[in-house]
């Protein structure tokens, strides 16, 4: 993960130009285009993780409204060696 500061040079132009200019200045909802930049990525950020939940749920939903019978017995040894070699197959497969 990067830390730290990053510079962003972005053009824009046209019809990005205007809406950008509507909504930045001392009476508008941000003060500068800073603000503006740091809030749309804040809200990325948010609909990411508002989604990665989601799939996370749906997958634990799906998984307790199996049968019982479907579920299968394991020591930890037997899951950390399946979770090891995945992890080393998704590596490779990269």
Same mark, same amino acid.
């Given at each position: 993960?990067?830390?730290?500061?990053?510079?962003?040079?972005?053009?824009?132009?046209?019809?990005?130009?205007?809406?950008?200019?509507?909504?930045?200045?001392?009476?508008?909802?941000?003060?500068?285009?800073?603000?503006?930049?740091?809030?749309?990525?804040?809200?990325?950020?948010?609909?990411? &993780? $508002?989604?990665?939940?989601?799939?996370?749920? /749906?997958?634990? =939903? +799906?998984?307790? !409204?199996?049968?019982?019978? @479907?579920? &299968? $017995?394991?020591?930890?040894?037997?899951?950390? /060696?399946?979770? =090891? +070699?995945?992890? !080393?197959?998704?590596?490779? @497969?990269?």
């Amino acid at each position: 993960m990067m830390s730290g500061t990053m510079i962003l040079n972005v053009r824009v132009s046209g019809v990005l130009a205007d809406f950008i200019a509507s909504n930045v200045g001392d009476d508008k909802a941000y003060k500068n285009v800073s603000e503006y930049v740091w809030d749309l990525i804040r809200r990325d950020m948010e609909r990411t &993780e $508002v989604q990665s939940f989601g799939r996370l749920k /749906a997958e634990l =939903t +799906s998984a307790f !409204a199996a049968p019982q019978s @479907d579920y &299968e $017995v394991m020591d930890a040894e037997t899951i950390i /060696a399946r979770n =090891t +070699s995945g992890a !080393a197959r998704a590596v490779r @497969d990269r």
